[in-house]
């Protein structure tokens, strides 16, 4: 987004993804709760639309004798994104997002995310390409987590794909936003929404993110894992709408040098 789109921007209608626009621009992760009453009142407090699923480690229905997540978090309310945790090839990304369609009644709007390894669980690159492009052509609308490179990025929207998501820091890191620089490379060139995913610790590190102009921020261990999740989960909303606030509003340029708050020309005495 240049700065004449800022400049014309008088309320923020949203965050658009594959032609559907969501009031909010946190995404929120569905895992690592104590229990289902609270993965609901967590996702409630963070004013969240979208709620993302790992299809290979929740039940959403592959067990219809256990408890179902969409129980706590209906369709009705949320919008589900089911994602690819856990895969590590391409082929079993494409077999579980199509799996996830077919429980979710034909539901096109995915998150593909393809590990490299478990100690760092960075994204594999190629991988995670070949996968884009097969789930593109099979009619997905995909959101793809990947790693911050200016040009990985640019080829996966050159596939077609609905938003990038490049890291911030390592998964369940807390680490924040390591490679400003990068993000700013992303955003500066991309045609879709790209959202920050992964490594957010605390509030201040979406707001960052959004101060940068990110379209979005996804985090999932930033509030399941925090002392008090749901007071965490409305921490993390309010910083989301101030960074983006923040952004809109145009901040002013660093300097070196200072500047009185009341310059001393046309003073009274």
């Not at 009142?41 to 993302?52: F, K, Q, R, Y």
């Not at 609905?162 to 936003?177: C, D, K, R, T």
């Not at 605390?202 to 894992?225: F, P, R």
Request: glycine share 8%.
């Amino acid at each position: 987004m240049n700065m004449n789109d800022i400049a014309s921007i008088k309320e923020d209608a949203g965050l658009t993804i594959a032609g559907k626009t969501y009031r909010s621009r946190l995404l929120v992760g569905s895992g690592k709760y104590k229990d289902l009453n609270e993965t609901r009142e967590a996702t409630v407090a963070s004013g969240a639309d979208i709620i993302t699923v790992a299809i290979r480690r929740v039940n959403i229905g592959q067990d219809p004798n256990a408890p179902s997540l969409l129980d706590a978090v209906p369709p009705s309310e949320f919008t589900i994104l089911p994602n690819t945790a856990g895969c590590y090839n391409a082929a079993d990304a494409v077999y579980t997002l199509q799996l996830a369609r077919e429980l979710l009644g034909g539901h096109k709007l995915v998150k593909l995310e393809v590990l490299g390894d478990e100690k760092t669980l960075f994204p594999n690159m190629p991988e995670t390409l070949k996968a884009a492009e097969t789930l593109v052509k099979d009619g997905f609308d995909v959101m793809v987590y990947c790693s911050d490179d200016p040009i990985q990025a640019r080829m996966l929207e050159d596939l077609g794909v609905a938003a990038v998501m490049p890291l911030a820091s390592l998964i369940g890191s807390g680490m924040g936003i390591l490679n400003p620089w990068n993000l700013s490379l992303i955003i500066e060139q991309a045609k879709v929404p790209v959202l920050v995913d992964a490594g957010v610790g605390t509030a201040s590190d979406a707001a960052i993110a959004m101060e940068l102009g990110c379209d979005g921020v996804l985090m999932n261990s930033a509030i399941a894992g925090a002392r008090d999740p749901v007071r965490m989960a409305r921490a993390m909303k309010l910083a989301v709408e101030a960074g983006r606030e923040a952004f809109l509003s145009g901040r002013i340029p660093r300097k070196f040098s200072a500047s009185p708050s009341s310059p001393m020309a046309g003073r009274v005495a």
